[in-house]
């Protein structure tokens, strides 16, 4: 069994900071919320392998009672993408995406135990970054925010 990050899309038609206490009381299921406009779910491997570039992107930690500003993901928690953050996560994207069109059909990420390798399909991987660049774009322009839900 893979460990997956998820990350959500949502509707800033709910302030972020309801969204998450209505997660956390069990008020709220992520997969069926109408506030919930699009998802994507992307292999741990893959996070820890682009980890250092997302530590770029500034975040915010819906976790911690005042929702302080940080860099990166809350790993094991729960991190906010905002307007703020759209920028360096489209560019981030863009160019991990540039950088994979060049892949073979399928590959492993260079850091895995050969016992445990995975075999990565290039058209998955490069629309599981493809979605994440759509949402920074969505961010930026529209009226919406993205939540990940790390392991």
């Not at 059909?105 to 629309?127: C, G, M, V």
């Amino acid at each position: 069994m893979t460990l997956e990050h998820d990350f959500y899309l949502v509707k800033a038609d709910i302030e972020p900071k309801e969204f998450v206490s209505r997660y956390l009381k069990g008020k709220l299921e992520l997969e069926t919320s109408e506030y919930v406009a699009d998802k994507v779910h992307i292999e741990d491997s893959i996070i820890l392998y682009m980890q250092n570039t997302l530590d770029w992107i500034p975040t915010r930690n819906p976790g911690k009672r005042s929702n302080p500003k940080q860099h990166g993901l809350c790993y094991a928690g729960i991190t906010l993408f905002d307007k703020e953050s759209a920028p360096k996560l489209f560019q981030i994207a863009t160019s991990w995406i540039n950088l994979y069109k060049s892949a073979p059909e399928t590959f492993k990420l260079p850091f895995e135990d050969e016992e445990e390798s995975i075999i990565y399909s290039k058209s998955e991987f490069l629309f599981k970054l493809e979605k994440l660049r759509e949402y920074a774009n969505k961010i930026a322009h529209e009226r919406f925010y993205m939540y990940h839900f790390g392991i």
